[in-house]
């Protein structure tokens, strides 16, 4: 049986989320995964432009409207001017999965595959378990537990016990049927507890999952805070995560090379209903920056992701912990 492959969208990350859904269904792939993308209150029209651009690839869209949906004032009392409902809408649409896919996929829109994922469409994920890699606060912890205070606080109010025991929600693994009961206990959690919830959804799955999830490699969820650590070689990712701004097609001074935006402008050039969807920077319209601005970027990226002990903490965690899929 096929595993269902899902992307929530709003049109702000349209063309990352479908230039991924266009991967996922590479041939490969597709004898091991059918595509539903969601997109979030789209112009009148779009939907059906996009079924008619993508016809030939088996990608389901459906768009829905975010008034319809039970957390969205209650997000935006706690969040204005940063409601980002496209990662809360997964927590709403239990009941538009079909119930024909029992394992099912959702990946983030901000990713790109640049390995074999095979494996992990076949992963078989116990029934009441979630299958996530963590995130990237191992990188914080070192030897003994040892973690700064506002990770041990956050951690604290969630009830997790360490780094390792936190999971990015950017793409997780589950059935059908285990996701109808979390879904709906991570929403309540997120509206009761939205104080605590610095991370939003990932937050309330996380407090709501705790000790119920298996951890993948991050080879599978490759975050942009691994980048500068050496890692990228020996891990060889799968699936690269643009997790921080400013995101690849965004500017040059993403911390990911030039040719992952360059990949989202060729891709809205093959695809005219996405074109002016997605700004994408020009490396040759770009006026080359002053050695002070060079100087302070490069400053900033390696207080980002790379310290000498921060390398060492991940290593260590990469090195102690039995992934369920490597």
């Not at 059906?48 to 969205?72: C, H, M, N, W």
């Amino acid at each position: 049986m096929k595993t269902l492959s899902i992307l929530i969208t709003d049109m702000g990350f349209i063309v990352p989320s479908m230039q991924m859904a266009e991967q996922l269904t590479r041939p490969d792939l597709a004898r091991l995964t059918d595509v539903m993308v969601f997109v979030l209150d789209p112009p009148e029209g779009f939907i059906e432009a996009l079924r008619q651009e993508f016809d030939s690839l088996s990608i389901r869209l459906v768009g829905l409207s975010t008034k319809d949906f039970a957390a969205s004032s209650d997000y935006a009392r706690y969040f204005k001017g940063h409601v980002p409902l496209a990662a809360l809408a997964r927590l709403e649409i239990c009941d538009l999965i079909p119930d024909c896919y029992d394992r099912v996929m959702y990946l983030d829109g901000d990713m790109q595959l640049v390995g074999d994922i095979a494996p992990l469409l076949q992963l078989d994920v116990p029934e009441g378990r979630i299958a996530a890699a963590v995130e990237n606060f191992v990188m914080f912890e070192g030897p003994g537990g040892r973690r700064p205070d506002w990770l041990e606080s956050y951690l604290a109010a969630l009830q997790l016990d360490g780094a390792g025991s936190y999971f990015n929600s950017g793409l997780m693994l589950f059935r059908r049927t285990t996701w109808a009961k979390v879904a709906p206990r991570a929403l309540d959690f997120f509206l009761t507890h939205a104080d605590i919830c610095a991370h939003h959804d990932q937050s309330a799955l996380n407090a709501v999952c705790a000790g119920d999830w298996l951890p993948l490699s991050p080879a599978y969820n490759y975050l942009t805070f691994y980048l500068k650590m050496g890692g990228l070689d020996r891990m060889q990712p799968k699936i690269l995560h643009f997790a921080s701004a400013p995101k690849p097609w965004q500017s040059p001074e993403s911390l990911w090379p030039p040719r992952h935006a360059e990949t989202y402008r060729r891709f809205m050039g093959r695809h005219p209903a996405l074109q002016g969807r997605l700004t994408v920077y020009d490396p040759g319209q770009v006026p080359p920056a002053p050695m002070r601005a060079v100087r302070a970027a490069k400053v900033k990226a390696r207080a980002l992701v790379k310290t000498p002990e921060l390398a060492r903490n991940f290593r260590r965690y990469v090195r102690r912990t039995q992934f369920l899929l490597d």
